[in-house]
């Protein structure tokens, strides 16, 4: 699972994405889900004028042949008992689904090494 940032590396073509992060997502056999919390994050940092992305979030996420993740009521409550190594709510949640449905987050942030989850580095 992509975070935000790696989720909009990759739309950009964007060197911070690494290697090793980007043979994964490429890799056919590799399901790649992005979290409809990205989406919520992508839409929110727009119309608050901290991101220029201009396009439809939903077409990206299916023009890449990604899967969509929904945010489940289990999700959500998990991401709440999580420890509060992160304030970032978006990233919690993040978190809180890949534990739960046994996914590999691809993110470039260290605050989300201290969590038990499976975690792929996205720097180059």
């Given at each position: 699972?992509?975070?935000?940032h790696?989720f909009?590396?990759?739309?950009?073509?964007d060197p911070?994405?690494?290697?090793?992060?980007?043979?994964?997502?490429?890799?056919?056999?590799?399901?790649?889900?992005?979290?409809?919390?990205?989406?919520?994050?992508?839409?929110l940092?727009?119309?608050?004028?901290?991101?220029k992305?201009?396009?439809?979030?939903?077409e990206?996420?299916?023009?890449?042949?990604?899967?969509r993740?929904?945010?489940?009521?289990?999700?959500?409550a998990?991401?709440?008992?999580l420890?509060?190594?992160?304030?970032?709510p978006?990233?919690?949640?993040?978190?809180?689904q890949?534990?739960?449905?046994?996914?590999t987050?691809?993110?470039?942030?260290?605050?989300?090494?201290?969590?038990?989850?499976?975690?792929?580095?996205?720097?180059?």
């Amino acid at each position: 699972m992509l975070d935000t940032h790696a989720f909009l590396w990759w739309l950009q073509d964007d060197p911070r994405l690494g290697a090793g992060a980007r043979r994964a997502v490429e890799k056919p056999e590799n399901l790649v889900f992005v979290s409809a919390a990205s989406a919520w994050e992508i839409a929110l940092k727009r119309a608050l004028g901290k991101l220029k992305a201009p396009g439809d979030i939903g077409e990206w996420i299916d023009g890449n042949s990604f899967t969509r993740l929904s945010i489940e009521i289990e999700h959500a409550a998990a991401a709440a008992e999580l420890p509060p190594h992160h304030a970032d709510p978006f990233d919690r949640l993040l978190v809180a689904q890949a534990q739960l449905e046994g996914l590999t987050l691809v993110a470039g942030d260290d605050r989300i090494e201290r969590y038990d989850v499976a975690l792929l580095d996205a720097g180059a």
